[in-house]
């Protein structure tokens, strides 16, 4: 049994960014890149699972990117995937959530897992929407917003709690295979050791082209993707009037904003 | 391809609040002539007319659907098929925990245009254009759509203001077909109010977020919100983490804060979640040192500076 669990490098932006030249994503010099935090409860989600198993469960990282993506990748085998595939072809460049979706139902159809986890949204685009769109591809049950989950590998049903907003969780039962999205604080994700680090160093990175999982180039990029990205732009920076000085000087005004408000509300 | 279609959202018998909001975000995505429309699933979905019953929507449409409370599947089916029926071209719905569940899923089935946490929506020489947030919302985004005769946008909450007048728009019944759903909802459960606090009652809150480094920094901030009377808070990565019991969380998706009115984060960066939860405090103080930190976007007052300087500062003066 297999659970296929996709993660994102993510991108994080120095203080001091510049866009690129046409305007449309911010200049790749300024990225500080990672795995997406939600992708890691995601991970550790199904790593436990295996932990717990008494048949073996192989865990399978999955991303999609060039090559840098690797880094991610090794980081998911050092903290206890089995095994890591990166898909990649220069025409997937510019493909949004649906388009990677459409690659990720392919990589799943080819793996046949029994569960596939997502996160929740990536911390950078957080459009919240690659896992459940996998599903759509796979034409499989799925659920959004998983922060509790009780799963046996093989079974035909798993049961869960969504998240919703207000303090307020759903239980649900599901069907599998089934494609969860996961919230962060389902678990507390592991670090990984010296020792793991090392071993995933050697272990080998499958890279699939778009051609090894029957898709062509008019599946992915702009051509299949849901939206296109016009311009990117700094924010209105918003009303918040800053408060000028030193600590001392900043938190004699603070206090006198919360006398204030405690004379209001005597 | 004419007409917006806007999908409500209900709980428990209640109207998410976000649902009406999409009324005023149609306004500026319809061309002239088209119809508003608005369609509320339920198993008793009728219960929601007067509250749908607003200037800005020509049309209720009511989906009587078997299940009670929200399911991805069923809600995917009835309004797949109202967009075969009406064709809309532009779909609206709330981002939101259970839009999460179906509307990626929706726009990959049907080839609709699609975007997520939309917070501006806009008519540009006839072309729908859609703004979001990008990279932990440092920057604008614009995204279009070419090509799509249908777009489905999800559109993020407190982004517009629900319409306040009252109006009498046509009700239809609309038969969706049945769905045989592979997920069955259970049960709701609250999350424990907390022995020693109500987050939703105060209204003075003191929340500390990643910023402040390590679980032995709780202590002096605790210290300080009692000196300065105020309900010690937290963002969701410290009560992940376990460093406050998760009863005091707030945002989006811990307590509803809703007494609130004046709120100091301090080393809380603003994830979206976290805004969303916050939205409504009159008198929002961020203490950061990032000055790019999002939470500046929605603080009336913003200290740029080391939040342990400042609250040493601050202790001294109560």
Not at chain 1, 168 to 186: F, R, S
Request: net charge negative; hydrophobic share 45%.
């Amino acid at each position: 049994m297999k659970i296929l669990v996709a993660v994102k490098q993510v991108a994080a932006l120095d203080e001091d960014f510049e866009f690129r030249d046409d305007g449309r994503d911010v200049d790749p010099d300024f990225f500080i890149r990672d795995l997406n935090e939600w992708d890691d409860f995601s991970l550790e989600e199904a790593v436990k699972i295996k932990e717990a198993s008494s048949t073996p469960v192989d865990v399978v990282a999955v991303s999609v990117g060039p090559d840098d993506v690797d880094e991610v990748l090794r980081k998911c085998l050092a903290k206890g995937a089995d095994r890591a595939v990166r898909v990649w072809d220069d025409a997937i460049e510019g493909s949004d959530p649906i388009a990677i979706a459409r690659v990720l139902a392919a990589v799943a159809k080819h793996e046949a897992p029994g569960m596939v986890f997502a996160g929740v949204q990536s911390s950078d685009q957080s459009f919240a929407s690659t896992g459940i769109a996998t599903a759509a591809f796979l034409d499989w049950p799925h659920a959004a917003v998983v922060s509790a989950l009780n799963y046996a590998p093989g079974a035909k049903t798993a049961v869960f709690r969504r998240e919703l907003e207000g303090g307020l969780l759903h239980e649900v039962e599901i069907q599998c295979p089934a494609v969860l999205t996961i919230q962060l604080g389902i678990n507390t994700p592991r670090y990984a050791s010296l020792r793991s680090i090392k071993q995933a160093a050697a272990k080998p990175i499958e890279v699939l082209s778009l051609t090894d999982l029957s898709l062509s180039a008019a599946d992915v990029g702009e051509a299949g993707s849901a939206s296109r990205v016009r311009r990117m732009y700094m924010p209105d920076k918003g009303r918040a009037e800053l408060i000028e000085g030193d600590a001392a000087a900043q938190a004699e005004r603070l206090a006198a904003i919360i006398r204030e408000f405690k004379g209001d509300s005597a | 391809m004419s007409g917006v279609l806007i999908v409500a959202e209900q709980r428990r018998g209640e109207l998410r609040p976000q649902s009406v909001e999409l009324i005023t975000a149609a306004q500026g995505v319809r061309r002239e002539g088209d119809p508003v429309s608005i369609a509320i699933i339920g198993a008793a979905p009728d219960a929601f007319i007067p509250s749908l019953s607003l200037a800005g929507v020509d049309e209720i449409v009511a989906i009587k659907v078997a299940a009670v409370e929200f399911d991805p599947e069923t809600v995917e089916g009835a309004v797949a098929a109202l967009i075969a029926q009406r064709k809309p071209s532009v779909v609206l719905i709330p981002h939101s925990v259970d839009s999460f569940g179906y509307a990626a899923a929706l726009a990959a089935k049907l080839g609709l245009g699609f975007a997520t946490d939309v917070f501006r929506a806009q008519r540009i020489d006839g072309e729908l254009v859609a703004t979001r947030g990008g990279y932990g919302q440092k920057v604008a985004v614009e995204v279009d759509f070419p090509g799509r005769s249908t777009v489905l946008l999800a559109v993020r909450g407190n982004a517009f203001k629900a319409p306040e007048q009252t109006a009498a728009p046509r009700i239809t019944a609309f038969e969706a077909p049945a769905t045989a759903s592979r997920s069955q909802a259970r049960e709701f459960i609250e999350l424990p109010a907390g022995d020693d606090v109500d987050m939703t009652g105060a209204e003075f809150i003191l929340t500390i977020g990643r910023g402040i480094g390590e679980e032995a920094k709780v202590g002096q901030f605790r210290e300080l919100a009692d000196a300065i009377g105020a309900t010690l808070g937290c963002s969701r990565p410290i009560a992940d983490a376990g460093w406050l019991p998760k009863s005091r969380q707030v945002g989006q998706s811990g307590k509803t804060a809703s007494a609130c009115k004046l709120y100091i984060a301090m080393g809380v960066s603003g994830a979206i979640q976290h805004l969303a939860g916050m939205k409504h405090v009159s008198t929002i103080v961020a203490v950061n040192s990032d000055a790019n930190a999002s939470i500046f976007g929605v603080a009336k007052y913003g200290i740029v500076g080391d939040i342990f300087e400042v609250a040493n500062e601050l202790r001294r003066l109560f």
